[in-house]
């Protein structure tokens, strides 16, 4: 059997729910690269590539400690992907957390064993 392809990570090293998925995926045996959004950014690229695939909705974490510490102006201008995807530019913490490319080039925003296993046997 060959090792798996390779899978991106993205999130912050102290989240709790990046620490669960990053060990479930070592459980796995899993070959995760881990991209740290306070030391890495988010290059703009990245960003349009996750909305390509998955709602802004999705992915801008609104239940967060760096969405309530934004201003009441902005956060009530954050009304679609354009917006949205400023806000997340400008402030990386306001991704849901983790983000994951799988190694079929599928995303996924959080962590469920459920959707990693599934996406574990479709890449």
């Known amino acids: 059997m060959s090792a798996p392809a390779s899978i991106s990570l993205y999130g912050i090293p102290n ?16 070959a995760v690269q881990f991209h740290d959004f306070k030391k890495d950014g988010v290059p703009d690229a990245l ?22 510490g934004l201003d009441d102006a902005t956060k009530a201008g954050v009304t679609d992907a354009a917006s949205a995807r400023a806000v997340m530019q ?5 991704i849901k957390r983790p ?14 064993e459920q959707v990693f296993a599934q996406a574990l046997r479709n890449g």
């Open 15 to 30: 989240c709790d729910t990046v620490k669960k998925a990053r060990q479930w995926l070592a459980g796995q045996g899993a």
């Open 47 to 68: 960003i349009d590539g996750w909305l390509k695939q998955v709602d802004w909705e999705t992915l801008l974490n609104r239940k967060g400690t760096s969405w309530r």
């Open 90 to 94: 400008a402030q990386p913490s306001t």
């Open 99 to 112: 983000v994951v490319r799988w190694a079929d080039g599928s995303v996924t925003v959080g962590f469920s």
